[in-house]
């Protein structure tokens, strides 16, 4: 009962044809296949652009204590009102 059988898609179909017409679903599964491919490269971009920030911050804790500036607070004191 919860499954899709075969007439279920087809009558899904048929429904489709009648509301967009044959001429227009050529054009309409054209784009969608555009947005996907879309979608999937901004997806893929986004995931090594976090790849490559997690590799850089890692990088960045692998360095010496003594490669970071230090600022001693009582050597150089904050102003206050």
Known sequence: MGQFSVW???IVAAVFVLFFGAKRM?????GLGR???IFRS?????QSEDA???KDR????????????SVDPVAHPTKTL
């Open 26 to 30: 050529p054009d309409a599964a054209r």
């Open 52 to 54: 490559d920030s997690a």
């Open 8 to 10: 279920h898609w087809l």
């Open 58 to 69: 890692s990088e960045n804790s692998a360095l010496p204590a003594s490669a970071t500036p």
């Open 42 to 46: 901004e997806v893929s971009q986004m």
């Open 35 to 37: 947005s996907l491919r």
